[in-house]
């Protein structure tokens, strides 16, 4: 890189911050390497006395500074995205662990200290970033695409809006797959305003867009929505009568005898991603808990592998003493429901608390 540099026309910029403590130049290209819609990209390299020195990075100018200069305001919208898709990648991170986490590479301001080409003149703001190694995968789009190859990064896009609760989704995502993760770049983010992300900021339109393309996975059925379609608000998951979450679609996971296949609306059973939000609003994350149909919180036995309520509801079970638990014999209807269900609906929750799948329940415990 550094000979390629050498004999190429360049120019140099100078980061606003430091990285780490140590300040930097950047020698990069005068003629881009390639380019999107909205950048151009340029190969450069870091100059300086930290630890980036002679490495490569890639210098980005918005195709509107080559019309009428570079200023901050080309680029907030862009930090901006990089910053809020980079935090809920670490959530994401956090909640489903794998040898393979997203991170998102984060640019930095510049100033261009030299005038030689027609892109960026002096004093023209530009951004630097890591340059990532690797064969560039474009993985989904900020509208319709979405890669057949990739199921991670998709799944991570419908958790952005799942997890903020239908505020942001991010999206147009690229990058380069390693062994070690995704290394992840550009990203676009939707906003429920519309445009506070800049320009690929499609609003409530590109949330339309994404969900009409979007191939679910497995995992995404821990995060529910209801239907979308343009020109309507975005409703999300609500409580009623049991004070459970419900999103109105198709129970995942086979049928139950209790309920018509419907997650709600109003009571009954829920699908595994309104599950989830059960947990999370009732503060259950952190034990061992489903709640059940009825609105109860069962705790699972750690003697028989059953799901029990403690309520007193079992007068009629003259084999126990009228309460359903809490930590032995038999259980309430509500609860055997959750004793099948965590095996299958509810499978991706239960995983999580052993690594594994639930054992089956033990035969019922009489009790004096």
Same mark, same amino acid.
């Given at each position: 890189?550094?000979?390629?540099?050498?004999?190429?026309?360049?120019?140099?910029?100078?980061?606003?911050?430091?990285?780490?403590?140590?300040?930097?130049?950047?020698?990069?290209?005068?003629?881009?390497?390639?380019?999107?819609?909205?950048?151009?990209?340029?190969?450069?390299?870091?100059?300086? #006395?930290?630890?980036?020195?002679?490495?490569?990075?890639?210098?980005?100018?918005?195709?509107?500074?080559?019309?009428?200069?570079?200023?901050?305001?080309?680029?907030?919208?862009?930090? +901006?995205?990089?910053?809020?898709?980079?935090?809920?990648?670490?959530?994401?991170?956090?909640?489903?662990?794998?040898?393979?986490?997203?991170?998102?590479? +984060?640019?930095?301001?510049?100033?261009?200290?030299?005038?030689?080409?027609?892109?960026?003149?002096?004093?023209?703001?530009?951004?630097?970033?890591?340059?990532?190694?690797?064969?560039?995968?474009?993985?989904?789009?900020?509208?319709? &695409?979405?890669?057949?190859?990739?199921?991670?990064?998709?799944?991570?896009?419908?958790?952005?809006?799942?997890?903020?609760?239908?505020?942001?989704?991010?999206?147009?995502?690229?990058?380069?797959?390693?062994?070690?993760?995704?290394?992840?770049?550009?990203?676009?983010?939707?906003?429920?305003?519309?445009?506070?992300?800049?320009?690929?900021?499609?609003?409530?339109?590109?949330?339309?867009?994404?969900?009409?393309?979007?191939?679910?996975?497995?995992?995404?059925?821990?995060?529910?929505?209801?239907?979308?379609?343009?020109? +309507?608000?975005?409703?999300?998951?609500?409580?009623?009568?049991?004070?459970?979450?419900?999103?109105?679609?198709?129970?995942?996971?086979?049928?139950?005898?209790?309920?018509?296949?419907?997650?709600?609306?109003?009571?009954?059973?829920?699908?595994?991603?309104?599950?989830?939000?059960?947990?999370?609003?009732?503060?259950?994350?952190?034990?061992?808990?489903?709640?059940? #149909?009825?609105?109860?919180?069962?705790?699972?036995?750690?003697?028989?592998?059953?799901? &029990?309520?403690?309520?007193?509801?079992?007068?009629?079970?003259?084999?126990?003493?009228?309460?359903?638990?809490?930590?032995?014999?038999?259980?309430?209807?509500?609860?055997?429901?959750?004793?099948? +269900?965590? #095996?299958? #609906?509810?499978?991706?929750?239960?995983?999580?608390?052993?690594?594994?799948?639930?054992?089956?329940?033990?035969?019922?415990?009489?009790?004096?």
């Amino acid at each position: 890189m550094g000979s390629s540099m050498a004999q190429a026309a360049h120019q140099t910029a100078e980061l606003d911050s430091t990285i780490d403590g140590a300040a930097y130049l950047i020698d990069f290209q005068e003629r881009p390497f390639s380019n999107g819609s909205c950048r151009l990209a340029f190969q450069g390299v870091y100059r300086g #006395r930290g630890p980036l020195n002679g490495k490569r990075c890639v210098a980005k100018v918005a195709i509107a500074t080559c019309r009428h200069g570079g200023a901050l305001a080309d680029y907030e919208a862009d930090m +901006q995205a990089s910053r809020k898709a980079g935090k809920l990648a670490e959530l994401f991170n956090k909640e489903f662990v794998s040898s393979k986490p997203l991170r998102f590479v +984060q640019p930095a301001m510049a100033t261009v200290l030299t005038t030689g080409s027609c892109y960026s003149r002096r004093g023209d703001k530009i951004l630097v970033e890591e340059f990532i190694e690797g064969r560039y995968e474009k993985f989904n789009n900020n509208a319709h &695409y979405q890669s057949d190859e990739v199921a991670t990064v998709p799944c991570f896009s419908h958790y952005t809006y799942y997890k903020t609760g239908g505020r942001y989704l991010v999206c147009d995502i690229q990058g380069v797959r390693t062994s070690r993760g995704y290394w992840l770049t550009d990203p676009a983010v939707h906003s429920r305003e519309g445009g506070k992300f800049g320009d690929t900021d499609l609003g409530r339109d590109g949330f339309v867009r994404f969900f009409s393309s979007h191939r679910c996975t497995s995992v995404c059925i821990l995060f529910p929505i209801s239907d979308l379609k343009a020109g +309507q608000d975005l409703p999300e998951a609500s409580f009623n009568l049991t004070r459970k979450n419900y999103c109105g679609r198709r129970l995942n996971g086979p049928p139950c005898d209790c309920c018509d296949g419907s997650c709600g609306p109003r009571n009954g059973c829920n699908c595994c991603g309104c599950m989830r939000r059960d947990l999370e609003e009732f503060g259950l994350l952190k034990i061992r808990a489903l709640v059940n #149909r009825e609105g109860a919180v069962s705790r699972l036995s750690s003697e028989t592998n059953k799901f &029990y309520c403690g309520r007193k509801n079992m007068a009629r079970d003259r084999m126990t003493d009228g309460f359903c638990g809490p930590n032995n014999g038999n259980n309430c209807h509500a609860c055997r429901q959750l004793d099948i +269900q965590s #095996r299958d #609906r509810y499978y991706l929750i239960v995983q999580a608390w052993f690594g594994k799948a639930l054992p089956e329940p033990t035969s019922i415990v009489h009790r004096a």
